[in-house]
T-cell receptor, first 113, second 114 residues
Framework: NAGVTQTPKFRILKIGQSMTLQCTQDMNHNYMYWYRQDPGMGLKLIYYSVGAGITDKGEVPNGYNVSRSTTEDFPLRLELAAPSQTSVYFC????????????FGPGTRLTVL | GENVEQHPSTLSVQEGDSAVIKCTYSDSASNYFPWYKQELGKRPQLIIDIRSNVGEKKDQRIAVTLNKTAKHFSLHITETQPEDSAVYFCAASKVSGGYQKVTFGTGTKLQVIP
C-alpha cells in the first residue's frame, strides 16, 4: 500500500490564481480530511468527508472547496489564492467513525505571492 | 468548541533525561487523545494514544497519562535519544455531528542534546 499520497509537494502561486491539491489513499478508508498547518502552529481542519459524495466544512473552510467522487480521491480546490493561504496542507484518512488512527499524507507546501 | 492547550512550546533536554509535555482540553465529551510526532519537513505520525476509559498507557520509552477530572493529559518520554527530537502534537477527539472531530494542540518542539 502506498498509503496517503499528495501532489504536488511544493507550489508557488500568484495572488488570484487557482489550483487543485490532489490527495489519494489506497487503504479503502471512508473518512478523509484536509488540514492546514501554519508555521509553528498545530493543524486546522479545512474540510472532511465521511464517504464518496459526502463532504462538510471544518474550522477554516473559507477560500477552499472539495469534492469526493470516489473513495480514493479527495481533491482540495483553492480559488483566487491569497497570501493568507500560504501554508503546508496535509491530507489524512482513517477507516471510519471511531477512535482509530488518522494516516497523514506527506504534505503540500504552498506559497502565495 | 473544543480548545486544546499544550505546554511547553519548546523543550530542551540532555540525552538520557526524561521529557514531559502537558495538554489540557475543555470539552468533557472528548474521549480519545492521540499524540503525534512530526519530524522536520515530514508528516505527523501517531506515536501513542489513550482512550477515556484508561488512565495510563505505556509503549517502551513512551507513556501517556490521562486525568479526566482535571481534563489534562501528558506525554512522558524516558531515556531520551537524539532521534526523539521533533515537534510533538497532542489532540483531543470526540464524536460530533456524526464524525470524529479532532482538535490539535499547537505543538511542542523537543530538542534532545547529545
Amino acid at each position: 500500500n502506498a498509503g496517503v499520497t499528495q501532489t504536488p509537494k511544493f507550489r508557488i502561486l500568484k495572488i488570484g490564481q487557482s489550483m487543485t491539491l490532489q490527495c489519494t489513499q489506497d487503504m479503502n478508508h471512508n473518512y478523509m480530511y484536509w488540514y492546514r498547518q501554519d508555521p509553528g502552529m498545530g493543524l486546522k481542519l479545512i474540510y472532511y468527508s465521511v464517504g464518496a459524495g459526502i463532504t462538510d466544512k471544518g474550522e477554516v473552510p473559507n477560500g477552499y472547496n472539495v469534492s469526493r467522487s470516489t473513495t480514493e480521491d479527495f481533491p482540495l480546490r483553492l480559488e483566487l489564492a491569497a497570501p493568507s493561504q500560504t501554508s503546508v496542507y496535509f491530507c489524512a484518512s482513517k477507516v471510519g467513525q471511531g477512535t482509530d488512527t488518522q494516516y497523514f499524507g506527506p504534505g503540500t507546501r504552498l506559497t502565495v505571492l | 468548541g473544543e480548545n486544546v492547550e499544550q505546554h511547553p512550546s519548546t523543550l530542551s533536554v540532555q540525552e538520557g533525561d526524561s521529557a514531559v509535555i502537558k495538554c489540557t482540553y475543555s470539552d468533557s465529551a472528548s474521549n480519545y487523545f492521540p499524540w503525534y510526532k512530526q519530524e522536520l519537513g515530514k508528516r505527523p505520525q501517531l506515536i501513542i494514544d489513550i482512550r477515556s476509559n484508561v488512565g495510563e498507557k505505556k509503549d517502551q520509552r513512551i507513556a501517556v497519562t490521562l486525568n479526566k477530572t482535571a481534563k489534562h493529559f501528558s506525554l512522558h518520554i524516558t531515556e531520551t535519544q537524539p532521534e526523539d527530537s521533533a515537534v510533538y502534537f497532542c489532540a483531543a477527539s470526540k464524536v460530533s455531528g456524526g464524525y470524529q472531530k479532532v482538535t490539535f494542540g499547537t505543538g511542542t518542539k523537543l530538542q534532545v542534546i547529545p
